[in-house]
Antibody, heavy 118, light 112 residues
Framework: EVHLVESGGGLVQPGGSLRLSCAAS????????MDWVRQAPGKGLVWVSL????????NYADSVRGRFTISRDNTKNTMYLQMNGLRAEDTAVYYC???????????WGQGTPVTVSP | DVVMTQSPLSLSVTPGQPASISCKSS???????????FYWYLQKPGQSPQLLIY???SRSSGVPDRFSGSGSGTDFTLKISRVEAEDVGVYYC?????????FGQGTRLELK
């Protein structure tokens, strides 16, 4: 059974940093692209970033490019999102998602909340 | 970015009755491989989103056959033949052919 478990969220001041992790199990992690999607409180879903199978190709939403860095460690079956220069508008639940191809997000984690506030 | 526009934004349906949600994209979602990378997701209350429909009309594993997707190019529809209590939540359409992937605003389905 596929499991995606996010961790690392929390309360951080504006300008601060957090590193989110996504531990994957139940499938061959190194065979799949992976993405992060976020959802601000009471709002809709917004794609954040993606990474290919070996980490050599990444992409970001304009709103986070230059501040966030996605990475993965296939030996640990784990994906990361390093978030620097956090802003109030980054406050959201961050979901780790498995990309089944062409952004077919076939499995989602439970999400980890990030709150950016003084 | 490709804009995905859903309608209606909210829907109140009597159990056992049908429901329909429309989604329009600002660009064609037809790829050169002949496939259309368009999806429907459902976020039930208090839960993570789940994939319902992929490539316009294919149901994801475990999705009941009362859910059906149709459409082409820029216009798509999700239909529920007979709404049940477990169908309550927010439905999102999404395109995956043009980066960044973009979602519709969401359609909230509630029971009458």
């Amino acid at each position: 059974e596929v499991h995606l478990v996010e961790s690392g969220g929390g309360l951080v001041q504006p300008g601060g940093s957090l590193r989110l992790s996504c531990a994957a199990s139940g499938f061959s992690f190194s065979d799949y692209w992976m993405d992060w999607v976020r959802q601000a409180p009471g709002k809709g879903l917004v794609w954040v970033s993606l990474i290919n199978t070996d980490g050599s190709d990444t992409n970001y939403a304009d709103s986070v490019r230059g501040r966030f860095t996605i990475s993965r460690d296939n030996t640990k079956n784990t994906m990361y999102l390093q978030m620097n220069g956090l802003r109030a508008e980054d406050t959201a639940v961050y979901y780790c998602v498995r990309n089944g191809g062409w952004s077919r997000f076939d499995f989602w984690g439970q999400g980890t909340p990030v709150t950016v506030s003084p | 970015d490709v804009v995905m526009t859903q309608s209606p934004l909210s829907l109140s349906v009597t159990p056992g009755q049908p429901a329909s949600i429309s989604c329009k994209s600002s660009r064609s979602l037809l790829n050169s491989d002949g496939k259309t990378y368009f999806y429907w997701y459902l976020q039930k209350p208090g839960q993570s989103p789940q994939l319902l429909i992929y490539e316009v009309s294919s149901r994801s594993s475990g999705v009941p056959d009362r859910f059906s997707g149709s459409g082409s190019g820029t216009d798509f529809t999700l239909k529920i033949s007979r709404v049940e209590a477990e169908d309550v939540g927010v439905y999102y359409c999404m395109q995956g052919i043009h980066l960044p992937s973009t979602f519709g605003q969401g359609t909230r389905l509630e029971l009458k």
